[in-house]
């Protein structure tokens, strides 16, 4: 099972399905003729490609090349060089099962003796999902524990998966250096022209082999002839190693673990330790991924809270707004989309919060307007925050017509009241729920607009509209007594009417042909 020489990773290209290494899978990303692989689950495939697309910088920078397009024999060999310039002569490094485990595996560190192994190794898991399972607060988004255990393929992907994403979990299990803290989450923001897998490979590698000069500057210490495969070193799990040691492209192996063949069963095995695997706590996370923003105010790797990508946030990331735009959302010369993705956890105590993702079209209209910077950048970030702004004062006028209609009209507003509140806040839900996914629609219309007030008039409408629906739909469902029905409705539409007209009388203006 050497990935560089064995038919492991299922693909799918235009001449249909196909099992193939690793250098033939980075020769068909290079060259976009890869459909699919059906190996992944969505929550693995972005740590998957990021895996790709380091191994890859790191290989052409070190023969001299710039182009992803390369043959299998390239990868092949460059993958070669690259590992035994960093100290191992053999493939066992690129080998999901290796008996001598003080010999280096695929991303598994070496162990000093067989004694240590047997000593501090304890069985982690039987199949691959119990390795790598989406961490939810319940069994019920991914199954766990129920992958073949016998799947090459899958075995390699979990070891990606949880060496390039993995936090804390419980003592002696320390995350990647690559997010801000133990419970936080690596973000994965870039700018794709299509939604190919290759297309967006030869993107990112291509830019991330021109971010490399400033990757190797300050404020970051590496060292071009850094190591960049972290696990042909011995780890005891004791001593953390200095970034210095290593190059802007490395990849990481934060956990100690060994695949082992036990009768023709793969197994993991695995050994707290009493550190991380790289001494970097103090930057945060803020390393230099190219696919990460950074939080301006602290100098972290950015973390979403457990909400997920709402539009408020996505609007923050687009603007660089508190936050410095992750290297990768570049955009090229056509209009394309904005992908955001995350597995989120709880900043406190790391309750898990699932796998979020986000996708914003970018016009053609708007895209130089985005990125070109200048004036019209900045009209086009003072609406996108104005449209937020508009959105939370109908929200709130909403949800005092709700707390009123709940209270049965009452002559003034209890918001303490719990059961209350929990039930305004059920109600204002679809409200939330329905104008998150039209605010860029909206947003990119108004390039078109010159005048702020009109570029904001079809905004605040169909605001106006969602709500009220809401509300409408609240008049149905609230509990009350029969005799104060008709009171509180009254009361509720009063309230929000007269909300709405105090804070946008412009936009609230009736005539006879336009009620």
């Known amino acids: 099972m050497n990935l560089l020489t064995d038919s492991i990773l299922r693909v799918r290209t235009p001449e249909g399905a196909d099992t193939v290494s690793l250098p033939e899978l980075l020769a068909l990303l290079g060259e976009d003729r890869v459909e699919s692989l059906p190996g992944l689950q969505r929550h693995q495939e972005d740590v998957f490609h990021i895996f790709c697309c380091y191994l890859a910088g790191a290989v052409l920078v070190r023969t001299g090349e710039s182009s992803p397009k390369q043959t299998a024999d390239f990868w092949r060999e460059g993958i070669r060089t690259l590992t035994r310039q960093e100290g191992c ?154 970034l210095s040691c290593f190059d802007p492209f490395f990849i990481e192996t934060p956990r100690r673990i060994r695949i082992r063949n ?27 991924d190219p696919w990460t923003p950074v939080k301006t105010e602290t100098n972290e790797s950015f973390t979403p809270n457990p909400r997920g990508f709402t539009a408020k946030l996505l609007r923050d990331i687009l603007f660089s707004d508190g936050l410095s735009a992750a290297p990768m959302m570049a955009a090229e010369s056509e209009s394309g989309w904005v992908v955001l993705s995350a597995r989120i956890r709880e900043r406190r105590k790391g309750n898990p919060e699932g796998f979020h993702e986000a996708a914003i079209r970018v016009p053609e209209t708007a895209r130089p307007i985005l990125f070109g910077g ?50 305004v806040n059920s109600g204002a839900k679809p409200f939330d729920h329905n104008w998150n996914p039209l605010y860029f629609y909206w947003l990119w219309t108004t390039v078109d607009i010159p005048d702020d007030t009109e570029a904001l008039r079809p905004w605040f409408n169909e605001l106006r509209r969602l709500a009220q629906g809401t509300l409408d739909c609240a008049f149905d469902r609230v509990p009350q007594r029969h005799g104060r029905s008709y009171r509180a409705k009254i009361k509720a539409q009063g309230i929000f009417f007269g909300s709405l007209k105090k804070n946008f009388l412009q936009f609230m203006e009736v005539t006879h042909d336009n009620p």
């Not at 390795?131 to 019920?140: E, F, G, R, S, Y």
């Not at 060496?163 to 804390?168: A, C, D, F, L, T």
């Not at 003592?171 to 690596?186: K, W």
């Not at 197994?267 to 230099?288: H, K, R, V, W, Y």
Request: proline share 3%.
């Open 262 to 288: 036990n009768d023709g069963t793969i197994q993991c095995f695995g050994a707290t330790s009493t550190t991380t695997q790289i001494a970097a706590d103090q930057l945060n996370g803020n390393l230099g």
């Open 374 to 423: 200048g004036a019209r950048r900045d009209r086009l970030a003072l609406l996108s925050k104005r449209g937020i702004d508009a959105a939370a004062e109908v929200g709130q006028a909403l949800r005092n017509a709700l707390f009123s209609l709940m209270e049965g009209g009452p002559e003034k507003i209890n918001y303490d009241a719990d059961q209350v509140s929990k039930w």
């Open 89 to 242: 002569e053999d493939d066992s490094a690129w080998t999901l099962v290796v008996d001598d485990p003080t010999k280096p595996a695929f991303m598994q560190s070496p162990v000093a003796s067989e004694t240590v192994f047997a000593n501090e190794y304890k069985l982690k898991a039987k199949t691959t999902d119990a390795m790598d399972v989406l961490q939810t607060a319940k069994n019920h988004d991914v199954k766990s524990s129920k992958a073949a255990g016998t799947e090459a393929e899958q075995w390699v992907i979990a070891l990606i998966s949880i060496n390039g994403m993995v936090g804390y979990v419980g003592v002696g299990n320390y995350g990647i250096a690559r997010m801000s803290g133990g419970f936080g989450s690596r973000v994965c923001i870039d700018w794709r022209k299509s939604f190919r897998i290759g297309n967006r490979f030869i993107h990112n590698v291509t830019r991330l082999t021109l971010l490399r000069e400033a990757l190797l500057s300050e404020p970051y210490p590496y060292t071009a002839a850094g190591s960049v495969l972290t696990w042909l070193s011995p780890w005891d799990g004791k001593e953390s190693r200095s």
